[in-house]
């Protein structure tokens, strides 16, 4: 069983700036991929980014583009988001997922594995 572990959430003011983490547990293969996804109250989970731990492709979602930033450290199997610029609408609950097999649309919740527990992320003018 892998386990996915997410830190860094927060509350923020309009234009602040976060950083997430997700680490998963040392005793599994590397996943081909990892991707941040968000869930705002009453909406549907969607993807905010994607990142190929080893050629380190990155996917973002067009609402974060140029202000969120994806990254990985292969040798502990963590990932990181860096946002900045944000925006009361970026308040969501954060989650990272796994993916193990390297198929499927990158922000395609169906796509993922495992799930990290959540980490909230608020941002408030």
């Known amino acids: 069983q892998v386990q996915l572990v997410e830190s860094g959430g927060g509350s923020v003011q309009v234009g602040g700036s976060l950083a997430l983490s997700c680490a998963a547990s040392?005793?599994?293969?590397?996943?081909?991929?990892m991707a941040w996804f968000r869930q705002a109250l009453g909406k549907e989970r969607e993807g905010v980014a994607a990142?190929?731990?080893?050629?380190?492709?990155?996917a973002y979602a067009d609402s974060v583009k140029g202000r969120f930033t994806i990254s990985r450290d292969n040798a502990k199997i963590t990932m990181f988001l860096q946002m900045s610029s944000l925006k009361p609408e970026d308040t969501a609950v954060y989650y990272c997922?796994?993916?193990?097999?390297?198929?499927?649309?990158?922000?395609?919740?169906?796509?993922?594995?495992?799930w990290g527990q959540g980490t909230q992320v608020t941002v408030s003018s």
């Open positions: 040392r005793d599994t293969n590397r996943p081909e991929r």
């Open positions: 997922a796994a993916d193990f097999q390297g198929s499927g649309w990158w922000s395609d919740t169906r796509t993922y594995n495992y």
């Open positions: 990142i190929n731990l080893g050629s380190g492709n990155t």
